[in-house]
């Protein structure tokens, strides 16, 4: 009895040293982020990004859309990417098999007629049966492919492409006008930018008219107002601060670019990986340092993307389940990187951090919520063990939040009423009580679940637009 006791107590001290650690490393990204954006702000005060319109000097960029299954938003979305301002680029809509009206939606919408088309192939991917182009509009082109998978339809985009940065989106995401010139503006600047991540944001409850954001709005369900919070904290604390630290190893697949010589260089997207945007990072993080050349992955706060998110909590747990099971596949096919100091920082803290705190660590927190309160119940620990958990549980997950709020109102303000930003705090300051331990289980669940699941990809539901 007494050794079960003594266990007892150890997973209680397991679980509260773990999220004073996870606290501390949010803080610690937090101070960094906050730094880089004071710092990035300053810099648009004199950034003129309309010279680079027609600057013969702007890098031609192709966007690469993989789609499946996504009538909903297709048409939208492509709208919106033809009428960027950018002086030079392609679109290319990879359809991934799709078993719905996706094909038909764009010959319908772009009059899209059949062509021949060769091109390289610079990475082995399933057969391409059609390639279209528009009367319409020159630079888009559609390819019709064999069903496989994400990561095999961004592989046939990139040897259809023609232009040497290319930029990753998802079909039913939307860019603001001026966001491809900024996020490919790092490229011009510095020639050892091999990739350039952008923000990410809810376009639930947003006014889209021909593919374009008329007004930002939250979105109607709690639900997605949720998510908002967090996508924030993630991008404004996560990406920035660790970015700033050069320890950033995700680039969202929703809105990522990339030197293309570099990526065919590395192999291409992973097919067997279905976390294909985090496991490209890493890789090349991976082949940048065994090559040894001298690189960087940047992530700009305010090129941004703005997509729809699950609505349904079914449609949540698959996604989030994908994701866990994502990042566990890409840290085993690189497990060589972990805590090996031949891949610098990324090594030594960048996959570390990921092991420890995104893997592992949810089985910590999700055993935490369990036997603390059951071991103070059973006199095991005092009550003020108790409090001291749920303090760093609960106030420093609002205090993550707020942060990350405060921060994007100083900067962009992209939610323009003063109700919008209360509602934003008050769902900050409720947000970990529930959400954020419905989401440390589906981790849970992804973990236990990752041998059967890892080349799974599965299907979310789609709506359209304005559908919120």
């Not at 998802?170 to 930018?193: C, G, H, M, W, Y």
């Not at 409090?387 to 962009?412: A, D, K, P, Q, T």
């Amino acid at each position: 009895m007494h050794i079960i006791y003594d266990i007892i107590l150890v997973i209680n001290y397991i679980a509260l040293i773990y999220m004073i650690g996870v606290t501390l490393s949010y803080l610690l990204q937090l101070i960094f982020a906050g730094g880089s954006l004071s710092k990035y702000v300053k810099y648009l005060r004199y950034a003129d990004y309309r010279r680079y319109i027609h600057s013969e000097n702007m890098i031609p960029v192709s966007i690469l859309v993989p789609a499946f299954n996504e009538e909903a938003t297709i048409v939208d979305s492509v709208k919106n990417l033809l009428n960027l301002n950018y002086p030079e680029y392609e679109v290319i809509v990879i359809n991934d098999g799709s078993k719905d009206e996706t094909l038909k939606m764009l010959q319908e919408a772009f009059q899209i007629v059949l062509i021949e088309r060769p091109y390289k192939r610079s990475l082995q991917t399933k057969e391409v049966r059609a390639v279209y182009c528009s009367p319409l509009y020159a630079n888009l082109l559609v390819v019709d492919k064999v069903n496989g998978g994400k990561a095999d339809a961004l592989n046939v985009g990139i040897n259809m492409s023609r232009y040497p940065v290319f930029v990753s989106m998802d079909a039913d995401s939307i860019l603001e006008k001026q966001a491809l010139i900024r996020i490919i503006t790092p490229f011009l600047t510095d020639n050892k930018v091999i990739g350039v991540g952008g923000v990410v944001r809810i376009a639930s409850g947003c006014v889209v008219e021909n593919g374009d954001i008329k007004e930002v709005r939250l979105p109607k369900s709690v639900l997605g107002k949720l998510q908002t919070v967090e996508y924030l904290r993630s991008f404004f604390t996560g990406r920035i601060g660790s970015a700033e630290m050069n320890t950033l190893l995700i680039i969202s697949g929703a809105f990522g670019s990339f030197r293309k010589d570099v990526v065919i260089e590395a192999g291409g997207y992973t097919t067997e990986c279905i976390g294909e945007d985090m496991e490209l990072v890493v890789k090349l993080h991976s082949a940048m340092h065994k090559a040894k050349k001298d690189y960087k992955i940047k992530f700009l706060a305010d090129p941004i993307c703005w997509t729809q998110p699950p609505d349904s909590l079914k449609d949540l747990y698959k996604q989030r389940k994908r994701w866990q099971i994502g990042l566990i596949n890409t840290l085993m096919l690189h497990k060589e990187m972990f805590c090996n100091p031949k891949f610098g920082k990324i090594g030594i803290i960048g996959i570390p951090y990921y092991w420890v705190f995104e893997f592992i660590g949810p089985i910590f927190e999700t055993c935490g919520y369990i036997v603390v309160p059951i071991s103070w119940l059973l006199g095991i620990v005092n009550l003020q063990f108790l409090l001291i958990y749920f303090l760093f549980v609960v106030v420093f997950g609002m205090v993550l939040s707020l942060g990350s709020i405060i921060m994007e109102s100083y900067s962009f303000h992209k939610f323009p009423g003063i109700k919008q930003v209360i509602t934003l705090v008050l769902f900050a300051l409720i947000d970990n009580f529930g959400y954020r331990q419905f989401n440390t289980i589906i981790r849970v669940m992804g973990a236990i679940g990752y041998r059967s699941n890892k080349h799974t990809w599965g299907s979310l539901s789609r709506e359209k637009f304005n559908k919120d």
